[in-house]
């Protein structure tokens, strides 16, 4: 990024931070610093009181108390203004150049972030019709969303990792074969979800059941023939690769560990009632890996 000179209220260059003097003829017959011709004094002091941390300063240095305090910022107390002003307009200037609402809805950004808004919309929006479809409106409420407090903060945090890093690194999401990746393996876990729902049809539940009902029967064909828990490996590989898409290093680490670790308990949990519902599910679970790497 190239920075663009910028000369501040009091006559800095901030790029290269060089106090630049003219000498005059001052108070006492010595030299300060002149302002430029288009910036009054007042003019200062009303651009310092725009910044909250620069109010002190002010009120310090025009304290009743202090008479003649022109000719004392002057001579001792203009370097620090001069060098605290200069930090703030420099830091203005490095954000105008780097970040904007315009970078926001660049190219990048508004491609990533739309596929993710839509990947989102079209999980939960399709758990949800397929269990009306299954169960009847009646019996769903709207946890089939799946929707929980502890996963929006888990996606406001993904979001608030890819502004930052847009913000700082904005090369990183500009690596299109990562993100294009991210993309293909989202639809994979897509299908693979919704190919479990349909294939168990009324026995695929969002919730674990502790007793066995009559329409409850073991499924061991279709995607269920690879793996015991394709709904689970679905949900892995989507939500994993939703931060891939992203572009978000952190983030995909994180819901790695955060959704192995969950099916981690939740399977021998739920495999439990399933043992008790079915006698030949012992033998399934020994043909049949469950889904998730490392969980038996």
């Known amino acids: 990024m190239k ?9 800095i260059t901030t790029t290269t931070a060089v106090r630049r003097q003219k000498k005059t003829q001052g108070l006492g017959g010595k030299e300060r610093l002149c302002w430029p011709a288009a910036r009054s004094r007042l003019q200062v002091r009303d651009f310092l009181f725009e910044t ?23 001579q001792v107390k203009m ?28 190219h990048t950004a508004s491609r990533q972030l739309s596929q993710m808004f839509f990947a989102v919309l ?26 929980s407090q502890q996963y929006i903060l888990a996606m406001i945090l993904s979001i608030l990792e890819y502004l930052l890093e847009l913000y700082f690194f904005p090369e990183l999401k500009e690596h299109w074969w990562i993100s294009n990746f991210g993309l293909l393996m989202v639809v994979v876990g897509e299908v693979i979800r919704k190919l479990a729902i349909i294939t168990a049809g009324r026995a695929f539940t969002h919730l674990i059941q502790r007793y066995h009902e009559e329409h409850h029967k073991l499924v061991t064909h279709g995607v269920y023939s690879i793996v015991r828990h394709p709904g689970y490996t679905g949900f892995l590989i989507w939500s994993v690769a939703t931060q891939v898409m ?13 959704v192995w670790n969950f099916f981690h308990r939740r399977i021998p949990y739920e495999e439990y009632f399933l043992r008790q519902f079915f006698g030949e599910y012992e033998e399934f679970a020994k043909r049949v890996p469950s889904g998730i790497p490392f969980v038996k």
């Open 246 to 258: 992203l572009c978000n290093p952190v983030s995909t680490v994180a819901f790695t560990v955060v």
């Open 122 to 147: 079209l999980f939960h929006g399709s758990e949800y019709l397929l269990a009306i479809i299954f169960h009847g409106k009646s019996n769903v409420t709207l946890k089939s969303l799946l929707i």
């Open 52 to 74: 909250s941390s620069s109010r002190f300063l002010v009120h310090l240095f025009n304290h009743p108390q202090n008479p003649g305090w022109l000719a004392i910022i002057e």
């Open 79 to 106: 370097p620090f203004l001069t060098t605290h002003i200069n930090t703030q307009v420099a830091a203005f200037q490095l954000m105008d150049d780097n970040f904007s609402f315009s970078e926001l809805f660049s």
């Open 3 to 11: 920075l663009t000179p910028i000369t501040s209220c009091v006559g």
